[in-house]
């Protein structure tokens, strides 16, 4: 059963930073493209960022580049999203999720993941 665990997050001042983890429980995340999403009260959960196989094939959202990035930890086995200048707009629960491609690019469209994390909250007000 693929599982995946989001970590780091938390309250955060306007312009203040956060660095989200997700890692896979029972699988490495190597091979899989991971995505991550956002989802605001009253709002649909949308895409902010993925990252391929291939860890130079990176995405964001237009709200959220030159302000975030999305990387791998080899070492820990971790992707991370770091979240910088942050804005209020960006309060939401943060998901993580994995899905196995041989596309090239990864893919910011929820529907191509079939994994997800349960999510952690991430607020961001003064």
């Known amino acids: 059963q693929v599982q995946l665990v989001e970590s780091g997050g938390g309250l955060v001042q306007p312009g203040g930073s956060l660095r989200l983890s997700c890692k896979g429980s029972?699988?490495?995340?190597?091979?899989?493209?991971i995505g991550w999403f956002r989802q605001a009260p009253g709002k649909e959960r949308e895409g902010v960022s993925c990252?391929?196989?291939?860890?130079?094939?990176?995405d964001y959202v237009d709200s959220v580049k030159d302000r975030f990035t999305i990387f791998r930890d080899y070492a820990q086995d971790m992707v991370h999203l770091q979240m910088n200048n942050l804005e209020p707009e960006d309060t939401a629960v943060y998901y993580c999720?994995?899905?196995?491609?041989?596309?090239?690019?990864?893919?910011?469209?929820?529907?191509?993941?079939?994994?997800w994390g349960q999510g952690t909250q991430v607020t961001v007000s003064s």
């Open positions: 990252i391929g196989v291939v860890d130079r094939f990176t």
């Open positions: 029972t699988f490495s995340l190597t091979a899989y493209d």
């Open positions: 999720a994995a899905v196995k491609t041989d596309r090239t690019m990864c893919t910011m469209r929820r529907i191509r993941y079939p994994y």
